[in-house]
Protein backbone atom coordinates (compact mmCIF):
# COMPACT_ATOMS: atom_id res chain seq x y z
CA UNK A 1 0.00 0.00 0.00
CA UNK A 2 0.99 3.44 -0.70
CA UNK A 3 -0.93 6.38 -0.70
CA UNK A 4 -1.56 8.24 -4.14
CA UNK A 5 -0.46 11.65 -3.46
CA UNK A 6 -2.91 13.38 -5.78
CA UNK A 7 -6.84 13.80 -4.88
CA UNK A 8 -8.12 14.11 -8.00
CA UNK A 9 -7.54 10.71 -9.91
CA UNK A 10 -8.84 8.94 -6.49
CA UNK A 11 -12.28 10.40 -7.54
CA UNK A 12 -12.27 10.30 -11.17
CA UNK A 13 -13.11 7.58 -13.59
CA UNK A 14 -11.50 6.31 -16.22
CA UNK A 15 -12.26 7.96 -19.88
CA UNK A 16 -10.70 6.79 -23.17
CA UNK A 17 -7.63 9.29 -23.66
CA UNK A 18 -6.15 11.61 -21.69
CA UNK A 19 -7.71 14.81 -20.47
CA UNK A 20 -5.82 18.26 -20.75
CA UNK A 21 -5.87 20.32 -17.22
CA UNK A 22 -3.53 23.24 -18.96
CA UNK A 23 -2.22 24.50 -21.31
CA UNK A 24 0.78 26.71 -21.06
CA UNK A 25 0.12 30.63 -22.76
CA UNK A 26 2.62 30.84 -25.87
CA UNK A 27 3.60 26.85 -26.37
CA UNK A 28 2.56 24.80 -28.95
CA UNK A 29 -0.45 23.62 -27.38
CA UNK A 30 -2.25 27.36 -26.97
CA UNK A 31 -1.25 27.88 -30.38
CA UNK A 32 -3.08 24.71 -31.61
CA UNK A 33 -5.64 25.69 -29.50
CA UNK A 34 -5.81 23.32 -27.27
CA UNK A 35 -7.81 24.15 -24.57
CA UNK A 36 -8.40 22.36 -20.61
CA UNK A 37 -11.03 19.45 -21.14
CA UNK A 38 -10.10 18.40 -24.24
CA UNK A 39 -8.72 14.85 -24.58
CA UNK A 40 -6.19 13.80 -26.78
CA UNK A 41 -7.07 9.85 -28.31
CA UNK A 42 -4.26 9.16 -30.22
CA UNK A 43 -0.44 9.93 -31.01
CA UNK A 44 0.62 9.08 -35.05
CA UNK A 45 -1.99 6.27 -34.82
CA UNK A 46 -1.18 4.69 -31.11
CA UNK A 47 -4.10 4.94 -28.57
CA UNK A 48 -3.24 7.05 -25.59
CA UNK A 49 -4.48 6.03 -22.23
CA UNK A 50 -2.97 8.69 -20.06
CA UNK A 51 0.10 10.94 -19.83
CA UNK A 52 2.16 7.95 -19.51
CA UNK A 53 1.46 7.48 -23.23
CA UNK A 54 1.41 10.94 -24.60
CA UNK A 55 4.75 11.33 -23.57
CA UNK A 56 5.91 8.05 -24.91
CA UNK A 57 4.43 8.20 -27.88
CA UNK A 58 5.57 11.64 -28.50
CA UNK A 59 8.64 11.66 -27.47
CA UNK A 60 11.71 12.90 -29.80
CA UNK A 61 9.14 12.62 -32.74
CA UNK A 62 8.65 15.88 -34.73
CA UNK A 63 5.88 15.08 -37.22
CA UNK A 64 2.69 13.92 -35.77
CA UNK A 65 -0.77 13.86 -35.94
CA UNK A 66 -2.83 14.06 -32.81
CA UNK A 67 -6.50 13.20 -32.34
CA UNK A 68 -8.36 14.93 -30.01
CA UNK A 69 -11.67 15.01 -28.73
CA UNK A 70 -12.81 18.38 -27.56
CA UNK A 71 -14.53 19.33 -24.99
CA UNK A 72 -17.19 20.78 -27.64
CA UNK A 73 -17.27 16.90 -28.61
CA UNK A 74 -15.80 17.63 -31.69
CA UNK A 75 -13.21 15.24 -33.37
CA UNK A 76 -9.86 17.26 -34.78
CA UNK A 77 -7.16 15.88 -36.39
CA UNK A 78 -4.03 18.01 -36.17
CA UNK A 79 -0.93 17.64 -38.26
CA UNK A 80 2.39 19.08 -36.24
CA UNK A 81 5.36 19.81 -36.81
CA UNK A 82 7.89 20.65 -34.51
CA UNK A 83 11.54 20.83 -33.45
CA UNK A 84 12.51 17.74 -31.04
CA UNK A 85 12.73 19.64 -27.86
CA UNK A 86 9.79 21.37 -28.33
CA UNK A 87 7.85 21.27 -25.56
CA UNK A 88 3.92 21.41 -26.17
CA UNK A 89 3.43 23.10 -23.19
CA UNK A 90 0.31 21.14 -22.31
CA UNK A 91 -0.86 19.31 -18.49
CA UNK A 92 -2.59 16.44 -18.04
CA UNK A 93 -5.00 14.80 -15.76
CA UNK A 94 -3.39 12.38 -13.16
CA UNK A 95 -3.61 8.70 -13.80
CA UNK A 96 -6.39 7.02 -12.07
CA UNK A 97 -4.57 3.97 -10.16
CA UNK A 98 -5.32 0.34 -10.85
CA UNK A 99 -6.50 -1.19 -7.10
CA UNK A 100 -5.31 -4.71 -5.95
CA UNK A 101 -6.85 -7.63 -5.73
CA UNK A 102 -5.33 -8.80 -2.12
CA UNK A 103 -6.18 -9.33 0.80
CA UNK A 104 -3.00 -8.98 3.11
CA UNK A 105 -3.16 -9.52 6.78
CA UNK A 106 -1.52 -5.86 7.44
CA UNK A 107 -2.90 -4.20 4.77
CA UNK A 108 -2.59 -0.39 6.17
CA UNK A 109 -6.08 0.83 4.58
CA UNK A 110 -7.68 -1.68 6.90
CA UNK A 111 -5.72 0.15 9.97
CA UNK A 112 -7.53 3.92 9.00
CA UNK A 113 -9.98 5.12 11.13
CA UNK A 114 -13.30 6.07 8.76
CA UNK A 115 -12.82 9.48 9.31
CA UNK A 116 -8.96 9.65 7.63
CA UNK A 117 -8.04 11.34 4.61
CA UNK A 118 -9.80 9.49 1.56
CA UNK A 119 -6.95 8.57 -0.06
CA UNK A 120 -5.45 6.57 2.23
CA UNK A 121 -8.35 4.16 1.53
CA UNK A 122 -6.95 3.72 -2.03
CA UNK A 123 -5.27 0.20 -2.24
CA UNK A 124 -3.21 1.49 -5.52
CA UNK A 125 -1.55 -1.52 -7.18
CA UNK A 126 -0.19 0.08 -10.40
CA UNK A 127 3.13 -0.79 -12.54
CA UNK A 128 2.88 3.02 -13.67
CA UNK A 129 2.40 5.01 -9.98
CA UNK A 130 5.76 2.35 -9.47
CA UNK A 131 7.73 3.83 -12.16
CA UNK A 132 6.89 7.81 -11.27
CA UNK A 133 6.25 7.28 -7.55
CA UNK A 134 8.18 4.11 -6.38
CA UNK A 135 4.83 2.54 -5.00
CA UNK A 136 4.95 -0.99 -4.47
CA UNK A 137 2.73 -3.63 -6.16
CA UNK A 138 2.88 -7.46 -5.70
CA UNK A 139 2.70 -8.06 -9.09
CA UNK A 140 -0.23 -10.46 -8.67
CA UNK A 141 -2.54 -9.35 -10.83
CA UNK A 142 -0.60 -7.46 -13.65
CA UNK A 143 -2.30 -8.18 -17.10
CA UNK A 144 -0.89 -8.76 -19.69
CA UNK A 145 -1.29 -5.54 -21.65
CA UNK A 146 0.74 -3.89 -18.74
CA UNK A 147 3.49 -6.25 -18.73
CA UNK A 148 4.16 -5.33 -22.20
CA UNK A 149 3.82 -1.91 -21.51
CA UNK A 150 6.53 -1.90 -18.87
CA UNK A 151 8.67 -3.43 -20.95
CA UNK A 152 7.67 -1.35 -23.85
CA UNK A 153 8.10 2.01 -22.38
CA UNK A 154 10.98 0.82 -20.41
CA UNK A 155 8.83 1.34 -16.80
CA UNK A 156 11.86 0.91 -14.78
CA UNK A 157 12.85 0.75 -12.37
CA UNK A 158 9.74 -1.33 -10.47
CA UNK A 159 9.20 -1.17 -7.09
CA UNK A 160 7.93 -4.90 -6.26
CA UNK A 161 6.90 -6.47 -3.09
CA UNK A 162 7.55 -9.76 -2.71
CA UNK A 163 7.32 -10.24 1.10
CA UNK A 164 8.60 -13.70 1.09
CA UNK A 165 9.77 -15.92 -1.96
CA UNK A 166 8.30 -18.83 -0.35
CA UNK A 167 5.37 -19.41 -2.03
CA UNK A 168 2.78 -20.39 0.85
CA UNK A 169 3.89 -17.99 3.61
CA UNK A 170 3.67 -14.75 0.31
CA UNK A 171 0.10 -16.78 -0.58
CA UNK A 172 -0.57 -16.42 3.45
CA UNK A 173 0.14 -12.89 4.06
CA UNK A 174 -1.28 -11.64 0.26
CA UNK A 175 -4.69 -13.51 1.42
CA UNK A 176 -4.59 -14.98 -2.47
CA UNK A 177 -3.94 -18.77 -3.30
CA UNK A 178 -0.20 -19.86 -4.20
CA UNK A 179 -0.99 -19.33 -8.03
CA UNK A 180 -1.59 -15.73 -8.03
CA UNK A 181 1.24 -15.82 -5.72
CA UNK A 182 3.83 -17.14 -7.92
CA UNK A 183 5.23 -14.09 -9.76
CA UNK A 184 8.50 -15.68 -10.43
CA UNK A 185 7.96 -16.03 -14.21
CA UNK A 186 6.85 -12.34 -14.04
CA UNK A 187 9.52 -10.98 -12.45
CA UNK A 188 11.94 -13.25 -14.97
CA UNK A 189 9.72 -11.77 -17.80
CA UNK A 190 10.98 -8.01 -16.39
CA UNK A 191 14.39 -8.74 -15.82
CA UNK A 192 14.90 -10.38 -19.11
CA UNK A 193 13.90 -7.09 -21.13
CA UNK A 194 16.41 -4.97 -18.48
CA UNK A 195 13.81 -3.37 -16.03
CA UNK A 196 15.48 -2.69 -12.39
CA UNK A 197 13.62 -4.02 -10.07
CA UNK A 198 14.04 -2.60 -5.80
CA UNK A 199 11.97 -5.38 -3.70
CA UNK A 200 10.34 -4.79 -0.22
CA UNK A 201 9.82 -7.13 2.50
CA UNK A 202 7.09 -6.17 5.13
CA UNK A 203 8.61 -7.99 8.32
CA UNK A 204 5.74 -9.69 10.27
CA UNK A 205 7.19 -11.74 13.31
CA UNK A 206 6.59 -15.42 13.42
CA UNK A 207 5.48 -15.07 9.64
CA UNK A 208 7.96 -14.41 7.24
CA UNK A 209 10.94 -13.86 9.63
CA UNK A 210 13.81 -15.94 10.88
CA UNK A 211 14.52 -18.38 7.90
CA UNK A 212 12.08 -17.46 6.03
CA UNK A 213 13.47 -14.21 5.92
CA UNK A 214 16.69 -15.40 4.92
CA UNK A 215 15.38 -17.76 2.17
CA UNK A 216 13.80 -14.32 0.69
CA UNK A 217 17.18 -12.32 1.03
CA UNK A 218 18.91 -14.76 -0.52
CA UNK A 219 17.03 -15.99 -3.46
CA UNK A 220 16.76 -11.83 -4.33
CA UNK A 221 20.32 -11.88 -4.08
CA UNK A 222 20.47 -14.64 -6.53
CA UNK A 223 18.79 -11.51 -9.30
CA UNK A 224 21.20 -9.11 -8.40
CA UNK A 225 21.93 -6.84 -10.40
CA UNK A 226 18.58 -6.64 -11.84
CA UNK A 227 17.03 -7.20 -8.49
CA UNK A 228 18.68 -3.88 -6.91
CA UNK A 229 18.15 -3.45 -3.41
CA UNK A 230 15.40 -5.17 -0.85
CA UNK A 231 13.65 -3.10 1.69
CA UNK A 232 12.77 -5.16 4.90
CA UNK A 233 10.46 -2.76 6.82
CA UNK A 234 8.49 -3.60 10.07
CA UNK A 235 4.31 -4.42 9.95
CA UNK A 236 2.84 -1.56 11.38
CA UNK A 237 -0.34 -2.00 13.49
CA UNK A 238 -2.61 0.41 14.10
CA UNK A 239 -6.05 0.21 16.88
CA UNK A 240 -7.78 -0.50 13.76
CA UNK A 241 -5.56 -3.29 12.27
CA UNK A 242 -5.83 -6.25 15.06
CA UNK A 243 -5.75 -9.56 13.39
CA UNK A 244 -5.20 -12.01 15.76
CA UNK A 245 -2.53 -13.51 12.93
CA UNK A 246 -0.23 -10.68 13.46
CA UNK A 247 2.42 -10.06 16.44
CA UNK A 248 3.45 -6.62 16.90
CA UNK A 249 6.84 -5.88 16.52
CA UNK A 250 8.55 -5.12 19.61
CA UNK A 251 12.08 -3.96 19.99
CA UNK A 252 13.23 -7.43 21.50
CA UNK A 253 12.06 -8.78 17.85
CA UNK A 254 14.26 -6.19 16.49
CA UNK A 255 17.31 -6.86 18.31
CA UNK A 256 17.19 -10.24 17.21
CA UNK A 257 16.37 -9.20 13.47
CA UNK A 258 19.25 -6.66 13.22
CA UNK A 259 21.31 -9.62 14.34
CA UNK A 260 19.99 -11.81 11.81
CA UNK A 261 20.31 -9.54 8.86
CA UNK A 262 23.65 -8.42 9.84
CA UNK A 263 25.63 -11.75 9.27
CA UNK A 264 23.22 -11.76 6.08
CA UNK A 265 24.57 -8.33 5.30
CA UNK A 266 28.12 -8.92 5.40
CA UNK A 267 27.90 -12.03 3.73
CA UNK A 268 26.38 -10.00 0.99
CA UNK A 269 28.80 -7.32 0.75
CA UNK A 270 31.63 -9.33 0.23
CA UNK A 271 30.01 -11.15 -2.53
CA UNK A 272 28.09 -8.58 -4.64
CA UNK A 273 30.00 -5.43 -3.31
CA UNK A 274 27.38 -3.47 -1.65
CA UNK A 275 24.68 -3.98 1.24
CA UNK A 276 21.66 -5.12 -1.00
CA UNK A 277 19.16 -5.88 1.86
CA UNK A 278 18.18 -2.67 4.21
CA UNK A 279 16.89 -2.74 7.52
CA UNK A 280 13.84 0.44 7.46
CA UNK A 281 15.25 2.83 10.10
CA UNK A 282 12.22 1.98 12.43
CA UNK A 283 14.07 -1.48 13.20
CA UNK A 284 17.31 0.56 14.33
CA UNK A 285 15.16 3.02 16.19
CA UNK A 286 12.77 0.70 17.84
CA UNK A 287 15.95 -1.43 18.66
CA UNK A 288 17.36 1.48 20.62
CA UNK A 289 20.61 1.15 18.43
CA UNK A 290 22.22 4.05 15.90
CA UNK A 291 21.38 3.43 12.28
CA UNK A 292 24.62 2.41 10.26
CA UNK A 293 27.00 4.60 8.87
CA UNK A 294 26.24 6.35 5.55
CA UNK A 295 28.57 4.17 3.72
CA UNK A 296 25.97 1.12 3.92
CA UNK A 297 23.21 2.82 2.17
CA UNK A 298 25.50 3.77 -1.14
CA UNK A 299 23.41 6.19 -3.26
CA UNK A 300 20.00 5.50 -0.41
CA UNK A 301 18.36 3.33 -3.20
CA UNK A 302 14.86 2.87 -0.86
CA UNK A 303 15.44 5.97 0.90
CA UNK A 304 11.54 6.72 0.47
CA UNK A 305 10.52 3.51 1.94
CA UNK A 306 12.25 4.28 5.37
CA UNK A 307 16.05 3.28 4.78
CA UNK A 308 18.25 5.47 5.64
CA UNK A 309 16.32 8.59 6.20
CA UNK A 310 18.04 9.02 9.75
CA UNK A 311 21.22 8.50 8.73
CA UNK A 312 20.81 10.93 5.81
CA UNK A 313 19.30 13.51 8.53
CA UNK A 314 22.33 13.07 10.65
CA UNK A 315 24.27 13.74 8.16
CA UNK A 316 22.84 16.32 6.68
CA UNK A 317 22.85 18.11 10.68
CA UNK A 318 26.31 17.84 10.92
CA UNK A 319 26.91 19.07 7.58
CA UNK A 320 24.84 22.13 8.50
CA UNK A 321 26.60 22.65 12.33
CA UNK A 322 29.77 22.46 10.60
CA UNK A 323 28.25 25.41 8.34
CA UNK A 324 27.39 27.37 11.77
CA UNK A 325 30.52 26.71 13.33
CA UNK A 326 32.01 28.23 10.30
CA UNK A 327 30.00 31.16 9.88
CA UNK A 328 30.54 32.47 13.61
CA UNK A 329 34.23 31.84 13.42
CA UNK A 330 34.40 33.88 10.28
CA UNK A 331 31.69 36.62 11.73
CA UNK A 332 32.21 36.90 15.21
CA UNK A 333 30.05 40.27 15.59
CA UNK A 334 27.16 38.72 13.64
CA UNK A 335 26.29 35.91 15.70
CA UNK A 336 23.02 33.07 15.12
CA UNK A 337 20.09 34.65 15.06
CA UNK A 338 18.11 34.14 18.53
CA UNK A 339 16.12 31.07 17.91
CA UNK A 340 13.53 29.93 20.53
CA UNK A 341 10.90 27.80 19.38
CA UNK A 342 9.75 23.87 20.11
CA UNK A 343 9.96 21.46 16.89
CA UNK A 344 7.29 18.45 17.38
CA UNK A 345 7.92 15.10 15.91
CA UNK A 346 7.23 11.35 16.64
CA UNK A 347 7.86 9.74 19.85
CA UNK A 348 10.07 7.31 17.45
CA UNK A 349 12.77 10.23 16.01
CA UNK A 350 12.04 12.48 19.18
CA UNK A 351 14.82 10.94 21.40
CA UNK A 352 17.76 10.84 18.09
CA UNK A 353 16.05 14.57 17.17
CA UNK A 354 16.99 15.95 21.40
CA UNK A 355 20.26 14.47 20.95
CA UNK A 356 21.14 16.78 18.10
CA UNK A 357 19.11 19.50 18.84
CA UNK A 358 21.05 19.55 22.39
CA UNK A 359 23.94 21.19 19.95
CA UNK A 360 22.59 23.79 18.98
CA UNK A 361 20.88 24.53 21.99
CA UNK A 362 24.54 25.18 23.74
CA UNK A 363 24.79 28.51 21.18
CA UNK A 364 23.94 31.44 23.09
CA UNK A 365 20.25 32.39 22.25
CA UNK A 366 18.92 29.13 21.01
CA UNK A 367 16.58 27.02 22.77
CA UNK A 368 14.94 24.87 20.93
CA UNK A 369 12.37 22.41 22.40
CA UNK A 370 11.69 18.91 21.39
CA UNK A 371 7.91 17.81 21.50
CA UNK A 372 7.41 13.92 21.06
CA UNK A 373 3.68 13.68 19.51
CA UNK A 374 2.07 10.35 20.16
CA UNK A 375 0.06 9.50 17.93
CA UNK A 376 -3.46 8.60 19.42
CA UNK A 377 -4.82 8.77 15.77
CA UNK A 378 -3.97 5.91 14.77
CA UNK A 379 -2.66 4.46 17.87
CA UNK A 380 -0.74 0.82 18.01
CA UNK A 381 2.69 0.93 17.48
CA UNK A 382 2.86 4.15 14.95
CA UNK A 383 4.68 6.10 16.63
CA UNK A 384 6.48 7.60 12.82
CA UNK A 385 6.57 11.60 12.49
CA UNK A 386 5.02 10.93 8.82
CA UNK A 387 1.81 8.86 10.23
CA UNK A 388 1.08 12.30 12.68
CA UNK A 389 -2.01 14.24 12.50
CA UNK A 390 -3.61 17.28 13.18
CA UNK A 391 -5.21 16.26 16.43
CA UNK A 392 -2.20 14.55 17.38
CA UNK A 393 -0.62 18.13 17.44
CA UNK A 394 -3.37 19.61 18.66
CA UNK A 395 -3.08 17.27 21.72
CA UNK A 396 0.59 18.06 22.75
CA UNK A 397 0.06 22.10 22.53
CA UNK A 398 0.72 22.13 25.76
CA UNK A 399 4.15 21.29 25.37
CA UNK A 400 5.00 24.27 23.26
CA UNK A 401 7.24 26.26 24.20
CA UNK A 402 8.90 29.77 22.91
CA UNK A 403 7.66 31.84 19.74
CA UNK A 404 7.33 29.22 16.72
CA UNK A 405 6.58 25.43 16.42
CA UNK A 406 7.76 23.40 13.52
CA UNK A 407 5.91 20.21 11.96
CA UNK A 408 7.20 17.89 9.81
CA UNK A 409 6.34 18.84 6.26
CA UNK A 410 5.80 14.70 5.65
CA UNK A 411 3.11 15.19 7.71
CA UNK A 412 1.11 17.33 5.36
CA UNK A 413 -0.18 15.84 1.55
CA UNK A 414 2.58 16.63 -0.46
CA UNK A 415 0.14 18.39 -3.29
CA UNK A 416 -2.78 20.35 -0.31
CA UNK A 417 -1.61 21.50 3.17
CA UNK A 418 -4.19 19.41 4.62
CA UNK A 419 -3.39 16.11 7.45
CA UNK A 420 -4.14 11.87 7.55
CA UNK A 421 -7.01 13.09 10.05
CA UNK A 422 -8.32 16.03 6.81
CA UNK A 423 -6.97 18.76 9.17
CA UNK A 424 -5.70 21.43 6.98
CA UNK A 425 -2.90 23.25 7.90
CA UNK A 426 -4.47 26.60 8.31
CA UNK A 427 -6.79 25.31 10.95
CA UNK A 428 -4.31 23.88 12.73
CA UNK A 429 -2.14 27.27 12.83
CA UNK A 430 -5.85 28.77 13.77
CA UNK A 431 -5.70 27.36 16.81
CA UNK A 432 -1.82 27.49 18.18
CA UNK A 433 -0.93 30.75 20.26
CA UNK A 434 2.21 30.83 18.30
CA UNK A 435 3.19 30.42 13.96
CA UNK A 436 3.83 26.78 12.90
CA UNK A 437 6.04 26.05 9.79
CA UNK A 438 5.90 22.86 8.06
CA UNK A 439 9.40 21.89 7.47
CA UNK A 440 12.00 19.48 5.85
CA UNK A 441 15.05 19.68 6.26
CA UNK A 442 16.68 22.02 3.79
CA UNK A 443 13.79 24.67 5.34
CA UNK A 444 14.70 23.77 8.77
CA UNK A 445 18.23 24.76 7.96
CA UNK A 446 17.88 27.69 6.53
CA UNK A 447 15.68 28.40 9.97
CA UNK A 448 19.10 27.58 12.19
CA UNK A 449 21.21 29.35 9.96
CA UNK A 450 19.66 32.36 8.88
CA UNK A 451 16.22 32.56 11.44
CA UNK A 452 13.02 33.01 9.89
CA UNK A 453 13.77 35.38 7.31
CA UNK A 454 12.29 34.57 3.58
CA UNK A 455 11.09 31.27 5.00
CA UNK A 456 7.12 32.25 5.20
CA UNK A 457 7.06 31.63 1.78
CA UNK A 458 8.27 28.46 1.50
CA UNK A 459 6.53 27.26 4.47
CA UNK A 460 3.24 25.35 3.80
S1 LIG B 1 -4.10 -5.44 0.12
FE1 LIG B 1 -1.89 -5.66 0.06
S2 LIG B 1 -1.28 -5.08 -2.02
FE2 LIG B 1 -3.35 -4.35 -1.68
S3 LIG B 1 -3.08 -2.23 -0.98
FE3 LIG B 1 -3.23 -3.53 0.85
S4 LIG B 1 -1.10 -4.00 1.34
FE4 LIG B 1 -1.10 -3.24 -0.75
Known amino acids: MYEFAVTPAVNQIRRRGVAITDVAVGSIGAELELEPGDRIMRVNGHVVRDYLDFRFQSSGETELIVDVRKHTGEDWELNIERDEAEDFGLS ?45 TTLTSI ?6 RVIEQRLSPQY ?18 RERADISEKLRR ?22 ILRRT ?27 PRLTPVTAEFCRQTIA ?32 PARKHYGDYPQIEDGIGMVRSFANQFDSLMRTLERKELSDARSPLKPLRGSVMTGTLFAPVLRGMIERLNERPGTRLNIVAVTNDYFGGDVSVAGLLTGGDFLAARDQVRGDFVIIPKVALKSDEPVMLDCLRF ?6 FKVPIYALD ?7 IGNGFVNLLSEAA
Open 143 to 148: SEDEMR
Open 441 to 447: FPSFANV
Open 190 to 211: MIDAGIEIHAQVVLCPKINDGK
Open 260 to 291: EVSVIQRDLQTKLGKTFAFLGDEIYLKAGRNV
Open 217 to 243: IYDLAKLHPHVRSVAIVPLGLTRYLND
Open 92 to 136: FEQIVPRQCANECLFCFCKGNPETARPSLFVRDEDVRLSFLYGNY
Open 160 to 177: VSVHATDLDVRAYLLGID
Open 426 to 431: DELQAQ
